[in-house]
């Protein structure tokens, strides 16, 4: 152990002395401002550029999550609009299915219309034709019965002859002519 005396008891401490004390208590001093200037001019940038990052990671984060739910939104539409698209397209094609059934409906009562006017016309050209042919043998029998007449009263008034007569105008008339 050493032994202090009186001039040496302030000097040495513990076996410290001033200097080391002083120079110590110095360095402490500068290791702090050392590391305050270091905090400014290299930890606040490093933990700026860190918190930067990290906000534009959240905004990323963010932007996605928004970018997931509109396209999910779109999604929902376009499987709407597809909806919508075939239930339009079932009623166009449902739409002409019918419209090609009136069509369908319209061209069968005018073909009915029309081939009853046709029947019509042939019926009325039919009692035309049959008045006609009526009219001629009406004619016929006139002229059979004048022919006929002018023949009895050539001839006597007999009967047998008059009977006779008739029955030869009947043959030249032909018999299916006077029954109709």
Do not use: C, H
Request: hydrophobic fraction near 45%.
């Amino acid at each position: 152990m050493i032994l202090l005396t009186g001039g040496e008891s302030m000097e040495r401490l513990f076996g410290l002395d001033f200097q080391l004390i002083a120079d110590a208590a110095l360095m402490i001093v500068a290791i702090f401002f050392l590391f305050l200037i270091m905090s400014y001019f290299l930890f606040n940038p490093a933990r700026k550029m860190l918190n930067d990052r990290r906000e534009k990671i959240r905004r990323e984060l963010e932007e996605a999550k928004e970018n997931q739910e509109s396209a999910e939104l779109l999604k929902e539409e376009y499987a709407r609009k597809l909806n919508d698209i075939e239930k339009e397209a079932e009623e166009i094609l449902s739409d002409a299915r019918r419209r090609a059934l009136a069509n369908e409906n319209q061209i069968v009562v005018r073909a009915k219309e029309e081939a009853s006017r046709i029947i019509e016309r042939a019926r009325v050209e039919a009692e035309l034709e049959k008045s006609k042919v009526a009219d001629e043998v009406k004619k016929e029998i006139v002229s059979v019965a004048s022919l006929m007449a002018g023949k009895l009263v050539a001839a006597s008034i007999d009967p047998a002859v008059q009977a006779q007569l008739i029955d030869e105008t009947l043959k030249e008339m032909g018999e299916g002519t006077w029954q109709n």
